[in-house]
Every structure is written in C-alpha cells, then in structure tokens.
C-alpha cells in the first residue's frame, strides 16, 4: 500500500512538473513572438498546436519527432533560436534523428553553444561520414573551442568531400593563422578566392594575412576592394537550405494556406495565399492558387482579376489558360462566353490535356455543336481510356449529331461503370433510334421495374414506339407530361415518326456537368 501511494505522489508529482515545464515553455514562446508580425505570430502559435496534437495521439515515434522538428524549422526560419533548439531536443527525445540532430547543433552554435554543438555535429559526421557540410561545421566549432588539431582533421574530411569548397578552404586558413602559419593560410585563400571572387569575407581575410606577414601594401589593397561587401563563401546545405525556404516567404505563407485549408478557413487561406503572391508577385503558379482560393471562397470576379493578371506574366500558361476558362464558364454574359472558349482553346494549343478537353467539349455541347464536340471527346478517350466520363460524353455528342456510332462508346462507358443510371438511359434511348427495340425495351423495362419516374417512362416510351407500340408508348409518354422529353415523343409520334435525338433541344441532358 506505502509503495503504491509513492508511486502515485511520484506520478502527480511528473504531471505537476510537466504542466509547469509546458507553462514555461508558452510563456517563453510568447515572449519571442510578440515583436512578431500578428499573422505570422498566429501562424507559428498553430505550428505548435498541431506538433502538439501530434506528439500527443500519434504512436509512431518517428512522426512525433517529425512534428516537433518541423516546428523547430519554422522557429529556425525566423531566428527564434531558443525556440527552434527546444523543438529540436523535442525531436531527438522522440527518436534519434540525423536531421534533427544536425539542425541542433547549428542552433546551439548559433546561440554560442559551441562544444554542445561540436558533440553533435561528431555524432552527425559517425551516423554519416558522407556529410560535407556536417564536417566542416565540426571543424569550425572546435577551431573556436580552440582543439586546432581536431579541426584541422575534420576540414580535411570535408576538403576531401568537396575540394572545390572555398568555404572550407577558407576555415582551414583560419586553423594555419591561429597557428601562426600565415604562409599556407595565404596559399588556401588565394585559392578559395580563385574560386569565389565574389566573397568579400575572403578579400577582408586576404587582407588580414597580408598584414600579419607584414605587407601593408597588399593588405590596403584587399581591404580596399568592395569594403562593404562581406559575403561569405557559398556552402551546399541541404538541410540548411530546407530551413531557409520556411522562413517569412512565400512559401511559408504557402504552409499557412494549406494549414487553413486543412480546417475549412477559406478566408484565412485566401489572406495567407494573398501575404504568398505580394512577396513573389512574379509567381504564376501562387497568383493561380489565390484564384483558386478566391473562387472557392465566392469571390469569383477577384479570382478572374488574379488569373488575367498571372497571364499577364506568362501568356504560354496552359494552366492559367484553363484557369480563367473554368472561372468564366458559367457566366451569360456573351463577351465571357467568347473569353472562356477563347481560352480554352489556348490552354489546348499550349498543352493537350483531359481538363481541358472535356470543357472544350462541354462548351461545344452547350452551343449544340457536336459535330466538334466529337473531336474533342474523341481525344479526351485516347488520352483516358479508361474514364467512363469520356465514353459516356463522346456516347452523347454523337447521338447529338445523329450518328448510331454512339452505341458504342455508351456501351464502353457502362462497360467500364455498369451501375451508370444514366448511361443506361441513354442507352435504352439510342438503341430505340438506331433500330435495336428489343434490346431498348429489355433495358428500359429493368431501369424501371428500379425506379419509376418520367426519366423511365419516357425512355420504355422510345422503345416502345421503335417497336410500332405507338399506343403504349403514348400513354408512357402522356404520363410524364410536361417533361421535354414526352413532348418531343409524342410531337414525333403525331407525325407517325421517332425523334431524331432523344432528348429535347432545351433538355439538360445535353449539358456537360462542366456547366451545370
């Protein structure tokens, strides 16, 4: 009894303290955030949460560390040094990680953790002797921990990895000054510069060399070339470079649209996507998600502005071309109805794709053009086979132009989706036109012994009339009055003839879901 009564003081005792770590950590957290921008600082508050989410219900132990070491990424990002450390550890008590392990060791090196850092850079460097940039990181923390010997070793290692890098070349200059060989660090920077002339930081440390070997004229005359530049040599960082993208960008702005997104905030994803395109307004690919975003949001005059003006930056866009078609495919206004297939037939002179296809084909079927139509479904099948829709709509454009070819392609698409109520519709109906009643009465007689409605009456009405049951199909067809259908039928049938489409001019059947 004593020993269960420890143990449990000693679990309250972890949750109290844990609680109390969690209030430490807020409080630091909203310390650092609160010179921050208001967005961005909301942003990085849900960064958190959802590390927190998943750290508590996920049982992969490698998604844990994932969670808490992309959040430590997106503080890294924005030089919230202390934070991106915390998440970092966070990370490695998840599951040892080289990535989060390497990215550690640059944030304690960065807040002047240096002999930390260098234990973890060693670690990096034994689970992946590959890793230049892990090398030379080593190398720099134990030249300023003041071990010259262990970083002469290790930016061997990297010159090995990479003997074009004048970034090591130059710290393996700074291991000879510190021991007092002026003379091989003037050899490694001439050589770092040859490579880099670019890097102002190598002129300053050519400088400086030239004056402890006591040639003060050399010295000026480096020190006097691009005195405000202080570039540093360029180092092939990955990982670093991951950390970089996440930063107050476009991209992160980016993140915070998907996050958004994910939870149904259609306003916070357009305000994200808009804080995206005014820092690279230059990106077509991010205008065409912002008018997306407008659009689903019921701006859909702001998506089409947005979509012009990403034309105005690329006017070989397929995909912006598409994008403007889609948005003003609706509309009644003649001049975008000229606009959007306008622009549908651009994005298909550009790029030829199922998108745009099947709306170049639903624009055909909506001005009863179907003879054009065809040509376009017929593409949309080769580059789809597989896709009933691309049947069924080739099947329907083709019974439009009176062609019985369409049998085929409707048999195709219930081929390929046999539970398709109205592909077996129109089936019924085209096998009634093209002299096949048997079979029009079989199928319709089924479709609707399932569901009777004015749809089934009026297509065993078709059947029956190509079958010369003029009576029958009569009273189906009086029975689903006023439907367009029944009127077209029974107009025929008082003329002792069957229609030569089975559906009404004015009927929705010829109309592309597109355009619905």
Known sequence: MLAQTRRACHLSAVAAALVVSMEIVAMAESRQLADLPPALAATLREARDEAERVASNSTDASARAAAWGNLGMLYH????????RDAYVQALAE?????????LGI??????????????????TTATPG??????????SLLLSGDLTGAQTALDQALGLDGDSALVLAALADVASSRGDHRVALGLLTRAVELEPEAGQLAYKLAMTHRALGDVERATAWLARSPDNRLAPKIDDPVLLDVAQMSRSARFYEIAADWALGRGDLTGAVDALKSAVALAPEDVGLALRLATALDDAGLGALAVVETRRALTLDDQSAAAWYRLAWLLRRSDAPSDIVAAEDAIGRALAVADGPRARALAGAFDMRSARYSSAIGHYQRLAALVPGDAYAHFWLGIARLGAEDCAARDSLDEALRLRGDWGEAHIAMARADALCGFPEAARNRAATLR??????????????AEAAGRGSDAASRLATSALPHPDAKLLLDALAADALPARPFAPQSRWWLPPELR
């Open 131 to 140: 890793n230049m940039p892990a090398w030379y990181r080593l190398g720099v």
């Open 77 to 84: 990002a924005h030089r919230l040094r202390f934070l991106a």
């Open 95 to 103: 599951a040892e990680t080289v990535r989060w392990r390497y990215l």
């Open 449 to 462: 012994s399932v569901q009777d409605s004015p749809e089934t009456r009026i297509t065993l009405a078709f």
């Open 107 to 124: 944030a304690l090196a960065e807040l002047g953790e240096i002999e930390r850092a260098a234990e973890g850079f060693r670690l990096v």
